[in-house]
């Protein structure tokens, strides 16, 4: 019965992706800027290029805002960022990013942990998931899981259930999206 669940489940997503597809890009400009790092302690280690950053976490890299409690950044040698941050129950892991496209437009994202991979340009939050997109402030679409993955240069969405715990797992609904209409423009 939980795998004819789970086809349904990923059939489901397979249609949102449809919805979802129509969205701008992130931000490029934000991949030449700098990354700024802000926390109570910070540990670097030059040779390989890695930084643990310690409580009340604030990184911004252009338009694109991170927070936790706890992160991991390593920098490979082209100069990309993979960057791990933790959450914790008083202070959730959450980023928010503004969008090509019209001017108002963000995706925001929170989970108990973030990963966020700069080269290959995909976001995975994971751990009661929820991830938003936004115009002018208001919720247009929002999806939230266990797990969320999105690959900004397939402009793919992959919401994934758990996979050991079964309690978890028997916790209804493993995944839920709202999406907003989308119109579209009349060609002249």
């Given at each position: 019965m939980r795998n004819k669940q789970y086809g349904?489940?990923?059939i489901l997503l397979s249609?949102?992706?449809g919805f979802f597809s129509s969205f701008a890009i992130a931000e490029k400009a934000d991949r030449d800027k700098a990354?700024?790092?802000n926390a109570d302690s910070v540990s670097v280690d030059d040779v390989d290029q890695r930084y643990i950053l310690k409580g009340d976490i604030?990184?911004?890299?252009?338009s694109i805002v991170i927070t936790g409690a706890d992160s991991v950044i390593q920098i490979d040698p082209e100069g990309y960022q993979a960057i791990q941050i933790?959450?914790?129950p008083e202070l959730v892991a959450s980023i928010r990013?503004?969008?090509e496209g019209p001017a108002e437009e963000f995706m925001q994202g929170r989970g108990k942990e973030?990963?966020?991979d700069n080269k290959n340009e995909v976001l995975t939050l994971i751990g009661e998931?929820?991830?938003k997109r936004l115009l002018n402030m208001q919720t247009l679409d929002n999806l939230s899981g266990w797990k969320i993955q999105y690959d900004d240069q397939q402009q793919r969405y992959l919401v994934i259930p758990p996979t050991t715990d079964a309690s978890l797992l028997s916790s209804p609904p493993l995944a839920r999206a709202i999406l907003s209409p989308r119109r579209k423009t009349p060609i002249k």
């Amino acid at each position: 019965m939980r795998n004819k669940q789970y086809g349904v489940f990923f059939i489901l997503l397979s249609l949102c992706y449809g919805f979802f597809s129509s969205f701008a890009i992130a931000e490029k400009a934000d991949r030449d800027k700098a990354l700024i790092l802000n926390a109570d302690s910070v540990s670097v280690d030059d040779v390989d290029q890695r930084y643990i950053l310690k409580g009340d976490i604030l990184l911004v890299k252009g338009s694109i805002v991170i927070t936790g409690a706890d992160s991991v950044i390593q920098i490979d040698p082209e100069g990309y960022q993979a960057i791990q941050i933790q959450g914790t129950p008083e202070l959730v892991a959450s980023i928010r990013e503004r969008r090509e496209g019209p001017a108002e437009e963000f995706m925001q994202g929170r989970g108990k942990e973030i990963l966020y991979d700069n080269k290959n340009e995909v976001l995975t939050l994971i751990g009661e998931a929820n991830f938003k997109r936004l115009l002018n402030m208001q919720t247009l679409d929002n999806l939230s899981g266990w797990k969320i993955q999105y690959d900004d240069q397939q402009q793919r969405y992959l919401v994934i259930p758990p996979t050991t715990d079964a309690s978890l797992l028997s916790s209804p609904p493993l995944a839920r999206a709202i999406l907003s209409p989308r119109r579209k423009t009349p060609i002249k």
